[in-house]
């Protein structure tokens, strides 16, 4: 069954997604599973996507990357998380963040740290979530203060993408307390060998374990004063910018696996008896694989018409909050359905169906939880 058909992907993507696919058929697959079960970093498979040309190529070859559009990026998340969700989310994130130092960020800025990043020689992070806070952007505590010729940071943040591994991460800190909220904020280039920066990881995940995230304390963590990225106060719009081009990716991760589970599951049933005959013959089984594909592919339509529209700007927080709710809710409902019909064999834990159902948990959450996703809907209508 080919449910990922590039029929509905730009041309400009297709070849793309080809090689991701191939991509993850040879790397991404055949490690699923013993990186879900030991928690570990896929270093070894972050390499091969950097050396394939999948990893940090949204980058533009202005700092070295290929400048893969909106619309290959999410051809490529689709492929990746259809094999593993969460070495896709280590492959995905290693330049995460950087779009907003490529966007506002200075020359000699770009220079420094992204071009290490689309050259595959560091990594990187966004620095957002905290203990205590993470739908509010404009309700985060850690400050940002400034010291002479340097920023001074102190607070913590909670849930960061690569926090113990990255060569520096974009974080977000509050520099203002006046009464526009949405003004109080500013983006920081932060390597994670400044003084006063500590980060462990947070403890283990029931699913995404083979992606890595941290808690970071920053403690009169001190950066020169030109790690300020762009203008002071403007870290909230700059953010939400950049939010609505990843909630469309985030609808990839969405569809990949909602794939996943309508690929096991449709491949279970046609291979398993019950009062003699195959379980696919009963039609209450056909009609949830049907209303599986029902999902799915209203979920994929809408996710490309957003990327179509997000790319070209047009009322970009609507689409990428409809793609995102939609394609990550298409994914759980896929999940549970894809359990029932595994019968007993879906809660061992080596099944692919078991992973792919624990994983589905964390895009309805991650880049704005599905209820912040409504609120956009309802208050952004075009
Ligand atoms: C695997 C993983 C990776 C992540 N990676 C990163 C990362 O790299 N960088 C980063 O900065 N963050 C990251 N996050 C954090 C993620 O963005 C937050 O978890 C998310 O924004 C929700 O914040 P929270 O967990 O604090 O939930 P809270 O804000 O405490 O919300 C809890 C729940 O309350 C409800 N709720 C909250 N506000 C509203 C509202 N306004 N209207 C209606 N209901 C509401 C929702 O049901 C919501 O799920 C990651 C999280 C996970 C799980």
């Known amino acids: 069954m080919e449910l990922l058909d590039d029929s509905i992907v730009p041309e400009e993507a297709r070849a793309v997604k080809a090689d991701a696919r191939e991509f993850a058929a040879e790397y991404i697959a055949p490690n699923a599973e013993e990186y879900f079960r030991s928690g570990d970093y896929p270093w070894d498979v972050l390499e091969a996507g950097q050396e394939a040309g999948l990893v940090a190529q949204d980058l533009g070859s202005e700092v070295g990357g290929r400048g893969l559009s909106l619309e290959q990026t999410l051809a490529i998340a689709e492929e990746f998380f259809r094999a593993d969700a969460g070495i896709a989310l280590t492959l995905q994130l290693a330049s995460f963040g950087g779009e907003i130092v490529e966007k506002y960020g200075s020359e000699e800025q770009k220079e420094e740290y992204l071009r290490p990043v689309a050259e595959c020689e560091q990594i990187t992070g966004l620095a957002v979530s905290e203990p205590d806070t993470g739908s509010d952007l404009a309700g985060m505590s850690t400050r940002a203060e400034r010291d002479g010729d340097e920023w001074v940071l102190d607070g913590e943040?909670?849930?960061?993408?690569?926090?113990?591994?990255?060569?520096?991460?974009?974080?977000?800190?509050?520099?203002?307390?006046?009464?526009?909220?949405?003004?109080?904020?500013?983006?920081?280039?932060?390597?994670?060998?400044?003084?006063?920066?500590?980060?462990?990881?947070?403890?283990?995940?029931?699913?995404?374990?083979?992606?890595?995230?941290?808690?970071?304390?920053?403690?009169?963590?001190?950066?020169?004063?030109?790690?300020?990225?762009?203008?002071?106060?403007?870290?909230?719009?700059?953010?939400?910018?950049?939010?609505?081009?990843?909630?469309?990716?985030?609808?990839?991760?969405?569809?990949?696996?909602?794939?996943?589970?309508?690929?096991?599951?449709?491949?279970?049933?046609?291979?398993?008896?019950?009062?003699?005959?195959?379980?696919?013959?009963?039609?209450?089984?056909?009609?949830?694989?049907?209303?599986?594909?029902?999902?799915?592919?209203?979920?994929?339509?809408?996710?490309?018409?957003?990327?179509?529209?997000?790319?070209?700007?047009?009322?970009?927080?609507?689409?990428?909050?409809?793609?995102?709710?939609?394609?990550?809710?298409?994914?759980?409902?896929?999940?549970?359905?894809?359990?029932?019909?595994?019968?007993?064999?879906?809660?061992?834990?080596?099944?692919?169906?078991?992973?792919?159902?624990?994983?589905?948990?964390?895009?309805?959450?991650?880049?704005?939880?599905?209820?912040?996703?409504?609120?956009?809907i309802y208050r952004q209508r075009p």
């Not at 359990?339 to 964390?362: E, F, K, N, P, W």
């Open 157 to 376: 943040k909670y849930w960061i993408g690569n926090a113990v591994e990255a060569d520096w991460l974009t974080l977000y800190a509050k520099t203002d307390d006046s009464d526009d909220r949405y003004s109080n904020y500013s983006m920081f280039i932060v390597p994670t060998d400044a003084d006063g920066y500590e980060a462990e990881h947070v403890p283990e995940k029931m699913g995404f374990r083979a992606s890595k995230q941290g808690h970071i304390v920053l403690d009169d963590c001190r950066i020169p004063q030109e790690n300020l990225v762009g203008t002071e106060g403007t870290g909230f719009y700059m953010l939400a910018e950049f939010f609505n081009h990843g909630r469309v990716i985030v609808g990839g991760h969405g569809l990949g696996l909602a794939a996943a589970a309508i690929e096991e599951a449709w491949e279970f049933v046609h291979d398993r008896e019950a009062f003699g005959r195959d379980v696919s013959e009963f039609q209450a089984v056909q009609h949830d694989l049907a209303d599986m594909l029902v999902e799915f592919e209203r979920a994929r339509a809408l996710n490309w018409r957003a990327a179509k529209k997000v790319a070209d700007g047009d009322d970009t927080g609507y689409w990428a909050a409809l793609a995102k709710t939609t394609a990550t809710e298409a994914a759980v409902e896929c999940a549970e359905r894809g359990m029932q019909l595994h019968g007993g064999r879906s809660i061992l834990t080596d099944r692919r169906i078991a992973r792919v159902y624990r994983d589905v948990r964390v895009p309805v959450i991650y880049e704005g939880a599905n209820a912040v996703q409504r609120n956009l």
